[in-house]
């Protein structure tokens, strides 16, 4: 790429501007971790010091061209695609929102595609096989205690993308149903607050009121604290939580065996087919890195929408 002569700096379009703008918009608005915000500067600072280094000071300065030829020069220094996929995520938010304030006319990024990489994602159910199976596990309607409660764990699995440890071991205490939320604990014992959508609080409800009292019944000292529970009345274990999901599948006549990552990948896989941008994602599967994020994003659409409410099928 021939370098050309310095445009003249602008206040809307200066990079370090847009860029300054643009933390402060997850910083605050959107509320981001540090960390992932930490990582969207970095990225972004050194996406920028290139363009300046090639005589590009503006936003509405940069051309596709310059995008591609930024995105191969990572490709040169021996990046790994995982780690050039999660660059050009930020590259294609920065530019999307310096579109949004006006700063430029276009986005210049937009037709620059993520390097293709090695990696499948494992058995991710269509939004219609979704709504198949929870149907499924409802059973017609039904208002046995240990199928309210199978309705439930299913809708909570994929409303809130959870490690299958992480449903069973939530308490009434980390739910917050005004708000629709849950306080998630993931591995290394990190915490993380998730959404929940009006399906699965509705199906948690109902089990609530109606499923959980006729189980905890069972037990000569009734559980108090978990909200998923076995036939016993004690908290419910990885497996027959494995099982509800194997069984609902059958009832479902999917095609595959169904496991409990099943929705989590799904949950993941709808979002960014929804819109949603992978370090969001990223924060609700509590992921430590934007790497293992990345493998979600092969089926990512061009454009973004910010909110889990408006992203996710079964949130409204």
Known sequence: MAERLNPPTTLSSSMRDQLSAFIGHIAVERGLADATVDAYRSDLERYITW????GIRSMDGIRQQDVQAYAQSLAGQGQSVASRRRHLASIHEFHRFALSRGAVS???SAKVRAPKGGSHLP??????EVSTLLDAAAMHGSQDPVVLRDKALLEFLYATGARISEAVGVDFADIDFDDRLVRLTGKG???RLVPIGSYACDALERYRSIGRPALANKAKQPELRAVF???RGQRLSRQSAWDAVRIAGERAHLARPLHPH???HSFATHLIQGGADVRTVQELLGHASVTTTQIYTHIAPETLMETYMTAHPRAR
Do not use: G, Y
């Open 51 to 54: 363009m300046e280094d090639h």
């Open 123 to 128: 058995d991710v159910l269509t939004i219609d």
């Open 229 to 231: 529970l076995n036939r």
């Open 189 to 191: 014992s990190k915490q």
């Open 262 to 264: 099943t929705l989590r």
């Open 106 to 108: 276009d986005d210049a």
